[in-house]
């Protein structure tokens, strides 16, 4: 009888198998959503929508891009954590959502690391740290001094409080021994407005949303946060350059999928936006978009996500800062 009872548990194992792998044969058969936890119109937006549209014609499905901005991107990367793990609904992933924002506020309805399944890092842009041009500061050394003596009377403005942005800043005023006091804005576009119009000193940002001022001569660049020396700025050190490794970190915009998500799954995705991103009509619309595709392993990505969680988790305590912040 026990015999019997252990064939019969083999057999629907085994059928339990098959059906799981006829499922996985045949993903993707409709189209698949892609949440983007931000608002149109911005890198991650761009990314993702550049990415999804070939990643369609490679899977042979349709990739929609759906936004569900707000909550400084808590809101989209709870709707991926909570969706059902079958494929058909993917999210992006940024420092914001899975490292800063859990920092901040370690009552979020998700779980940066347990939350998600990894799939890749599509694309990394480097952030940058501006002053007005008519501040008459050339570069870091010259920032360091004013900022020594006058403590606390020089200002930076972020797109606000618990931006990837703002962790720039404080990590900085950390590496540095400065005191900064921060102006969280709305939003990059209001915080622009005010640098180039001296109501502040200066300004993290990603590169992308400033280009356009530093190439227009309004801004000046004092240093990158990137790998090496951006392409577009060849004459502006990086913070390691500088002797501040701690400020060089890139902004990042990855795929997850949620928890539970088949391996055999996750295994068809990666291959096909590693494909994808090996195009060169791909490649070089990031590039124009100021990112740099990556396309590396599931592993490395869930790395990447415990790597930079630990790290502002550190830095959030050692500021004290809060979620509330005005």
Known sequence: MRLKRLALLAASGLVMAAHANAQTDTYPKKPITLIVPFAPGGTTDIVARIVADRMGKELGQAVVVENRGGGGGS???TAISKAEPDGYTLGISTVSTHAVNPACNPKLSYDPVSGFTPVTNLARTPNVLTVNQKAGTENVKQLLEQL?????????????????????????????????????????????????????????????SSLSHINGGKLKPLAVSWHKRVDALPNVPTFAELGLPQVNDPAWYGLVAPPKTPDEVIRKLHAAVVKVL????????????????????????????????????????????????S
């Open 148 to 208: 020594k003596r006058n403590p606390g009377k020089l200002t930076y403005a972020t797109s606000g409080t618990c931006t990837i942005q703002h962790m720039l800043g404080e990590q900085f005023k950390v590496s540095t021994g400065t005191f900064i006091l921060h102006v969280p804005y709305r939003g990059a576009g209001p915080a622009l407005n005010d640098l180039l119009g001296g109501q502040v000193d200066m300004m993290f940002d990603n590169l992308p």
């Open 75 to 77: 809101i989209g990367a």
């Open 278 to 325: 090996a195009i060169p009509e791909v490649r070089e619309r990031l590039k124009a978009s100021g990112a740099e595709p990556v396309g590396n392993t599931p592993a490395e990505h869930a790395a990447e996500i415990k790597t930079e969680l630990e790290k502002m988790k550190s830095l959030v305590k050692k500021q004290g800062i809060k979620l509330n912040e």
